[in-house]
């Protein structure tokens, strides 16, 4: 078992440009998540999808949109990407639908956005 | 609203204890959870506490007082491996927050030999 898998692990983008960062998860998990983390902080949750075909805001969704493409794949878009968004993002996964306490998470996509 | 507090860097020796605490202040409380994340490295999961008590695994240990809304994860026998930052974290079921958790800012634990 690959666990949750994230591509690609580092990006570089222009202000401006677009891009998909992408998650899988191999352990037939029903939620998944997408967060930030900025230097020294802690994660902030942007996008969840507690099951396949439902997707919701968190703590910090501007600028982003997400897609949950089948109970595997969880995909996180950048439509115009700026400064401020230059961050660690983790993708996690969790087994049971409202209960989110035991998260596994990827090994994280680091963008930097110029 | 909803917030953790946890100190934001404890240092100890190798072999030590150590003790990390987490106070919070939720609508509402579904249990505390702990994580670990390395440098450069992603979260993993340490533990869960749903009921008063402590839960122990090996080395480390979480205990829960929700009448005190705090909760520590303690770290026996220290190793070098184990400088990371910790990062407690509570599911608040009440409103739009019940599939998500509420994250702490995180412990940087950094050990000395």
């Known amino acids: 078992n690959a666990g949750v898998t994230q591509t690609p692990k580092f990006q570089v983008l222009k202000t401006g440009q677009s891009m998909t960062l992408q998650c899988a998860q191999d352990?037939?998990?029903?939620?998944m998540y997408w967060y930030r983390q900025d230097p020294g902080m802690g994660l902030r949750l942007i996008y969840y999808s507690a099951s396949e075909g439902t997707t919701d805001k968190g703590e910090v969704p501007n600028g982003y949109n997400v897609s949950r493409l089948n109970k595997r794949e969880f995909s996180l878009r950048l439509e115009s990407a700026a400064p401020s968004q230059t961050s660690v993002y983790f993708c996690?996964?969790?087994?049971?639908?409202?209960?989110?306490?035991?998260?596994?998470f990827g090994p994280g996509t680091r963008l930097t956005v110029l | 609203g909803q917030s953790l507090e946890q100190p934001s860097e404890v240092t100890a020796v190798e072999g030590a204890i150590v003790q990390i605490n987490c106070t919070y202040q939720t609508s509402g409380f579904y249990g505390l959870s702990w994580y670990q994340q390395h440098d450069g490295g992603a979260p993993t999961f340490l533990s869960y506490n749903a009921l008063d008590g402590l839960e122990e695994t090996g080395r480390f240990s979480s205990f829960l007082s929700r009448s005190d809304s705090y909760g520590y994860l303690l770290l026996q026998e220290l190793q070098m491996k184990d400088s990371a930052s910790y990062f407690c974290a509570v599911r608040d079921p009440v409103g739009d927050s019940n599939y998500q958790l509420i994250w702490g800012a995180g412990t940087k634990l950094i050990i000395k030999p």
């Open positions: 352990m037939n998990h029903n939620s």
């Open positions: 996690a996964s969790s087994k049971i639908p409202g209960q989110p306490n035991e998260q596994f």
